[in-house]
């Protein structure tokens, strides 16, 4: 039975890590290793909780001093000793048959070239220390080739729901510590290039938006997002409709009230513009956006959804694969 090294980064949080560590004690397939990288937290409440489990199959690495997610998924990576690796957010929870599934998939398919597994999700959202909403969420499945259509994603699996051939992370190109956000886009988009990825259709992960900071609501979300696009634009300028619906998804997030900043919106969507002229939504959406944020946000989301994104996505996958 094959080795899974299961890596939980960490950073305080000592009973959300409780959680996590018991979610992977419960999983059926059992041939697994756990690391928790403790990413230097200002007190000793992690090293509290991980001597609560007497497993030797859990093992512990601690930074000298607090480095991010990233460099923690790192360092956790670097040591693993398994067939696979696979990541868990010290605030997620994963379902008892999360690993045996995504393994089956692997262990079934006929494809040697399948590098990636991933599912999908139940969002849980809580407040207050209660659960408040819980959504089913069902994203396009990935299977096959599929370097095309995630350049032109935004929204992508999170890092909890990936499961990796250990022998296809080059140990010099694993997260990018420098991107502020968005380096699961960063990372699948680099192993999409080579490798083929399946999907299992079931929620296998519970991910918890909670009160406290996720990298996902927090102000470092548009840098990391705007670097990853620059990292990745050389490619994306293959396919002008991928980049230009990029940045005017940029600019409606520059839109909320949250993160207001009418400039900023302004700017990627003349990029939307630039990259493909013969698209009408940004220019109408540019407009719309010289007289209010609050117009053009309502424009945006009431324009109609047949433009042809989705079906460049497929058509390039045809040719591509």
Known sequence: ?????????????????????????????????????????????????????????????????????????????????????????????????????QLGLFEDSSSEEIGVVVCNIISVRTMGGKIVDRS???????NGYVYPAL??????????????????????????????????????????????????????????????????TSAKRMPGMENALAKHSPELKK???????HHAVLAVRYCKPELLDIKKARKHLRFAIRSAPWMPGPWVWYMASLFSPGLYRRIKFAWPKNLPFGAWHRLENRQRT
């Open 151 to 216: 350049l032109g994603r935004r929204n992508m699996r999170p890092t909890s729901t990936i499961l990796i051939k250990s022998d296809i992370l080059d140990h010099d190109e694993l997260f990018d510590e420098t991107l502020e956000s968005s380096q699961e886009y960063d990372l699948l988009v680099r192993l999409a290039r080579d490798h083929h990825f399946a999907t299992a259709g079931q929620r296998l992960v519970l991910m918890h938006l909670h009160e406290g900071a996720r990298i996902s």
């Open 239 to 245: 396919y002008p409709v991928v980049l230009s619906s």
């Open 136 to 142: 089913l969420v069902s994203k396009r499945p990935l």
């Open 1 to 101: 039975m094959p080795l899974v090294s299961v890596i939980i980064p960490t950073y305080g949080r000592e009973n959300l890590l409780r959680r996590a560590i018991e979610r992977v004690i419960a999983q059926t397939w059992t041939t697994w290793d756990r690391i928790v990288v403790h990413d230097a937290s200002p007190d000793d409440s992690v090293g509290s909780v991980i001597s609560e489990f007497d497993d030797p199959r859990m093992r512990c690495i601690r930074h000298e001093f607090n480095q991010g997610a990233p460099a923690a998924r790192n360092t956790g990576i670097r040591a693993a000793k398994g067939t696979y690796i696979a990541l868990l957010d010290s605030d997620d929870e994963w379902l008892p048959e999360k690993l045996e599934v």
